[in-house]
């Protein structure tokens, strides 16, 4: 959560104030019993003044061989207070599993926190700065550990479920667009206890129940601010997913590592909220007090918290983020009655969770150093915000029409204008762009032509230009397998393809797999993460693995002699311009077929044929496509020959009644 907003359950007005940059040292054999009962030793900031300078620490413990996960806060204390009984209670030793994997993770209430001691698997950042108020040990190690015990069916995690409070809207998980601000994915679940005002103590049962009067303190995070206060007030508990905790004075904690897995296999409506470039903990500090945007930086902390790593900027995109973070507003508007009626997680700051909410989504939303989103689209803040005098938010309003604006497309980033064509010049030719139907890295082929014959037509001169018109038409044929499979919607981002039933939430899809068998593999078990979110639900977790034993059958055997990946290519010559100015291509592909390997469709043929779910078929199939451009130039005496190129990037092709298909642009340039 950011520094400004951090404050649940703390001290809000001394959240501006906050100047402290915390170093911990973290114990030897960290990933240890006895590593975990050794109590963590602060400097430069004072644990006992929990609302501005406190860390914490969280561990989530994972029997690969059971699926069984516990959760365990390291006790901090401050470097010169280490007498047990006196400055702090001795740690309780948790009793870890054969073969356990243990990632941690941390969080402060501090401007920054630095990792000293024992770092050989933690991550602090880059080699250009900290992440801010996080940090994490092994916790890649954990969640691939994770994954893998939820892809054999050891680890059930919980569905999230449907707001009881008669709102009928799906409950929110951390990665969902509608409750991130501008560090998602931040801070942790611990809590300590902070007795007679000196001693520190985990906030065990025994402790909770033999200190009564002690004070328990907390770290601000947006997991937190789920578990305990959205979640409640939208009537979704029933969804929280929470471990066992010898730690907790309930015995049972959510937790980070928790939350994460929880947003991984149920992913929200408007797709996933991932780390963006533009988040303030993946900056790096630049000249004269500017910020630089960083990839590795970026992808360093996705990595800690089992985020997929985004292959590229664009993947992480700030624009992206922000377009979809609108999102945000929208859903506090809409529960604006709901939030008043509920608690402010920081009194001081505002006066109910709406004002709250409303007032951590305008200072996210807002300029650098918080995501920058109104500098992004040109616009105001989108909420108004009133306070009394002592600076508490009592009332806000919410441009929701901006919002929704800016979701619809309607209000585009600066700089940038509506378009369904593009214009680049004749005589670069590079590689074109791609569309992708799926919002995870799933199979990188082509389903293009094999062949292709070239039409001009005829070349019209006049005294100060030359237009010239190309057609190319490419048939292809392919040989594909067919997987039939249930999947979550959201999974694939964009349109729904087709729904089974009156389940809404539910698709039946047809996987066209062409680069086989190895690309396939990888599909197989994307599909079965698909399948495993929505267990319970509509099939069961047997059926899951049977679909996933099937798709991997095909995979091992499948003929690897897919069709190789072509392009359909126009080319023409035209005179090169006698200014600077480049001859230029213009027009649109005709023919959205694609390509697709699927049928029935116009212009397509196949044999394919539907199957029922989790069953899989052979079949090959062929699609005729044709693009259509036109180039031209200023006039000059010279000659410049250039390329306008169409490249159909498929990834998957799915099968699905042809008023419900994606709509996917095709994007070239010449």
């Given at each position: ?16 104030a ?74 309780i ?60 069916g050891?680890?059930?995690i ?8 008669g ?22 679940d611990s ?310 039933g ?40 047997t ?56 049928a ?10 539907a ?26 005496v ?12 498929s ?6 009644a ?13």
């Amino acid at each position: 959560m950011s520094l400004s907003l951090f404050g649940l359950l703390a001290l809000v007005s001394a959240v501006m104030a906050q100047t402290q940059n915390c170093v911990l040292e973290v114990p030897p054999n960290p990933l240890t019993a006895q590593g975990l009962a050794t109590p963590y030793k602060m400097s430069g900031c004072d644990q006992t003044q929990f609302a501005t300078e406190a860390c914490f620490v969280e561990a989530a413990i994972l029997d690969p061989a059971t699926g069984a996960i516990q959760i365990y806060n390291p006790l901090i204390i401050n470097q010169n207070s280490t007498r047990a009984g006196f400055d702090f209670i001795t740690p309780i030793v948790p009793t870890l599993p054969d073969n356990a994997v243990v990632g941690i993770f941390f969080g402060s209430n501090a401007v920054t926190l630095t990792l000293t001691g024992d770092t050989s698997t933690c991550v602090n950042g880059d080699a250009n700065g900290v992440f801010g108020q996080f940090a994490y040990c092994n916790t890649p190690a954990f969640f691939s550990a994770a994954f893998s015990a939820v892809s054999s069916g050891l680890i059930k995690i919980p569905p999230p479920g449907t707001s009881t409070k008669g709102t009928a809207q799906a409950c929110p998980v951390t990665r969902d667009f509608r409750m991130v601000d501008m560090d998602q994915s931040d801070n942790v679940d611990s809590t300590y206890l902070l007795i007679n005002g000196h001693i520190l103590a985990q906030n065990t049962p025994a402790n909770a129940k033999k200190y009564s009067n002690a004070t328990e303190f907390n770290n601000g995070s947006d997991n937190l601010l789920l578990n305990a206060f959205l979640s409640p007030t939208l009537g979704c508990t029933a969804g929280t997913f929470e471990a066992p905790c010898i730690t907790c004075a309930s015995g049972s904690s959510a937790a980070m590592a928790l939350n994460e897995l929880q947003s991984q296999f149920f992913v929200p409506t408007r797709g996933p909220a991932l780390v963006p470039l533009n988040d303030d903990f993946t900056v790096d500090a630049g000249n004269n007090g500017t910020v630089e945007q960083s990839l590795i930086k970026t992808n360093l902390y996705r990595a800690g918290v089992g985020q997929p790593q985004a292959a590229d900027a664009a993947n992480a995109s700030s624009v992206t983020y922000c377009t979809r973070y609108a999102a945000s507003g929208i859903f506090i508007a809409l529960n604006e009655e709901l939030f008043t009626d509920a608690t402010s997680p920081a009194p001081a700051a505002s006066n109910n969770l709406f004002t709250f909410m409303a007032n951590r989504f305008a200072t996210s939303f807002g300029p650098v150093p918080a995501l920058g989103c109104q500098t992004i689209f040109g616009i105001d803040s989108p909420v108004n915000q009133t306070t009394d005098g002592n600076g508490v938010v009592i009332a806000a309003t919410i441009n929701t029409q901006v919002l929704q604006d800016i979701l619809d497309g309607k209000i585009l980033p600066l700089g940038q204008t509506s378009t369904s064509t593009s214009t680049t010049s004749v005589n670069t030719v590079s590689s074109t762009s791609s569309v992708s139907l799926s919002t995870s890295t799933l199979l990188n082929v082509n389903v293009d032509s094999t062949t292709s014959s070239l039409s001009t037509s005829t070349t019209t001169t006049s005294a100060l230009s030359t237009t010239t018109s190309i057609s190319s038409t490419s048939t292809t044929t392919v040989l594909v397998e067919v997987v039939s499979f249930f999947i979550f919607v959201l999974n694939l981002g964009g349109v729904t393809p087709g729904v089974t039933g009156s389940i809404g939430s539910f698709v039946v899809l047809e996987e066209i797999f062409v680069d086989l068998p190895g690309a396939a593999s990888a599909a197989c078990k994307h599909q079965f993460n698909s399948c495993a979110s929505l267990a319970g639900s509509a099939f069961s977790g047997t059926d899951c693995l049977n679909q996933l034993n099937s798709c991997n059958g095909v995979a091992s055997t499948a003929s690897p002699t897919a069709s190789t990946p072509g392009t359909t290519t126009a080319t023409a010559t035209v005179p090169a311009t006698t200014s600077s100015s480049p001859a230029i291509a213009t027009g649109a592909p005709q023919n959205n077929n694609n390509a697709d390997a699927i049928a029935p469709a116009t212009d397509a043929s196949a044999n394919c044929p539907a199957v029922p779910p989790l069953t899989v078929s052979s079949c090959t199939a062929s699609a005729t496509s044709t693009v259509t451009v036109t180039v031209s130039a200023g006039s000059g005496v010279a000659s410049a020959t250039g390329s306008a190129h169409r490249h159909i990037h498929s990834h998957l092709r799915h099968r699905a009644a042809e008023a419900l298909k994606p709509t996917i642009q095709p994007h070239w340039r010449a």
